[in-house]
C-alpha cells in the first residue's frame, strides 16, 4: 500500500511547511534572515498556504506531476474567465462577486511575490515560457478583477454620466492599468480614484515583478520535469 498522500515527499502542503520552517529557523541557502525580510517571508509563505491554488496542487499531486501541472493551468485560465464571465452576465455589481474578485488579487498577488520573495526556496520553473503564457492570463485577471470593482462601487462616469455596460468598464480597467488615460471615462472623487490609483500601483509593481525575474531568464536551461 502506497503511503498516504500527506506523508509523499511531493505533497505541496509538506513541502510549504518545510519553507516555513526553514524561513522561521532563519535558513536560506547558506546565509540567515533576519527582522522584516524574515517575517515578510514568512507571512508571505503562510498566506500562500491559504490560498486555493494550494488545494488544486494537493489535490491532484495525487494523480501525478502532469495532472497537477495541468490542473494548476487550468486554474490560472479558469479565474480570468470567471471574472470576465461575472462581468458579462451582469453579476460584478453583488457582494459575492467583490468577494471573488478581491480574493483572485489576494491569490494573483502572494504567487506573484511569492515568484520574486521565495525563488531561493521555491523550485526554478520548467519552463519560462510557460510562466510568461501563464502570466498573460494573470494579467488578464488583474484587469477584470479592478474591472468588478469598479461596476461594484458603481465609481465611473463618461461626461457625467454613469457608465453602463462591462466592455466599457473592463476597458477603463485596461487603460487605468496601462497608466494610458485617454480621459473619455473618469473615476468619481472619492472611492473611484482611490480605487484608479489603487490599480496603477498595482500595475506598476506587477510590471516591475515581470521585469525583475523573467526577462533576464528567457534563456536559461530548462529544469528537470521531475523537480519543477
Known amino acids: 500500500m502506497s503511503a498516504p498522500d500527506s506523508l509523499r515527499s511531493d505533497n505541496p502542503y509538506r513541502r ?6 526553514k524561513i522561521w529557523q532563519r535558513q536560506e541557502q547558506g546565509r540567515h534572515l533576519y527582522g522584516v525580510e524574515r517575517w515578510t517571508l514568512f507571512a508571505l509563505a503562510c498566506l500562500l498556504m491559504l490560498m486555493p491554488a494550494m488545494i488544486v496542487k494537493w489535490f491532484f499531486a ?12 487550468g486554474y490560472a485560465v479558469s479565474k480570468p474567465m470567471l471574472l470576465l464571465t461575472l462581468l ?6 453583488s457582494r ?32 519560462y515560457s510557460r510562466s510568461l503564457i501563464m502570466l498573460a492570463f494573470n494579467f488578464l485577471e488583474f484587469n477584470a478583477a479592478f474591472a468588478v470593482f469598479y461596476t461594484y462601487l458603481r465609481c465611473l462616469t463618461a461626461q457625467g454620466i454613469p457608465v453602463q455596460g462591462w466592455s ?5 480597467s485596461v487603460a487605468t492599468s496601462s497608466t ?3 480621459g473619455d471615462i ?27 525575474n ?15
Not at 466599457?168 to 477603463?172: A, C, D, G, K, L
Open 186 to 212: 473618469t473615476p468619481l472623487p472619492g472611492a473611484g480614484r482611490l480605487l484608479a490609483t489603487v490599480q496603477i500601483l498595482a500595475s506598476m509593481g506587477m510590471m516591475a515583478l515581470l521585469v525583475a
Open 16 to 21: 510549504q511547511l518545510e519553507h516555513i520552517r
Open 96 to 127: 459575492w462577486a467583490f468577494a471573488v474578485a478581491a480574493l483572485s488579487l489576494i491569490d494573483l498577488y502572494s504567487f506573484l511575490f511569492g515568484i520574486i520573495l521565495l525563488r531561493e526556496f521555491w523550485s526554478r520553473p520548467f519552463s
Open 214 to 228: 523573467f526577462v533576464g531568464k528567457l534563456d536559461a536551461q530548462r529544469t528537470p520535469l521531475d523537480s519543477a
Open 180 to 182: 494610458v488615460g485617454f
Open 62 to 73: 495525487r494523480f501525478g506531476l502532469h495532472a497537477r501541472k495541468v490542473a494548476i493551468e
Open 168 to 172: 466599457n468598464v473592463f476597458y477603463f
Open 88 to 93: 458579462a452576465s451582469g453579476h460584478a455589481n
